[in-house]
């Protein structure tokens, strides 16, 4: 079982930037979900074992940036621009499907981290 670890979260502006990282051994798709009180764990972005698909969710397109470095076990998201709609508890999540799954739906997901809190103020 691969135990994902995220980090980067914090407090900042409106307009600022913050970027999560996420830790995970293993060969598996990855997404980004964020949630806040009240509301469904919502997609944000995601990423398969080869890159070469990410798709993202449209609140965040052009201002968000998934990415992975699978020489060091890391996925990473790059939020720039932000709003504070964006507040929310962000995760991070494994498939054990490298290519082909629906990354947009959180059930694709066997694998969870314990999340980190983005807080954007205005």
């Known amino acids: 079982q691969v135990q994902l670890v995220e980090s980067g979260g914090g407090l900042v502006q409106a307009g600022g930037s913050l970027k999560l990282s996420c830790e995970a051994s293993g060969r598996y798709t990855m997404g980004w979900f964020r949630q806040t009180t009240g509301k469904e764990r919502e997609f944000v972005a995601g990423i398969n074992w080869f890159g070469n698909s990410t798709p993202y969710a449209d609140s965040v397109k052009g201002r968000f940036t998934i990415s992975r470095d699978n020489t060091k076990n890391m996925l990473y998201l790059q939020m720039n621009s932000l709003k504070p709609e964006d507040t929310a508890v962000y995760y991070c999540?494994?498939?054990?499907?490298?290519?082909?799954?629906?990354?947009?739906?959180?059930?694709?997901?066997?694998?969870w981290g314990q999340g980190t809190q983005v807080t954007v103020s205005s």
């Open positions: 999540a494994a498939s054990r499907v490298v290519a082909g799954a629906d990354m947009t739906r959180a059930g694709e997901y066997e694998y």
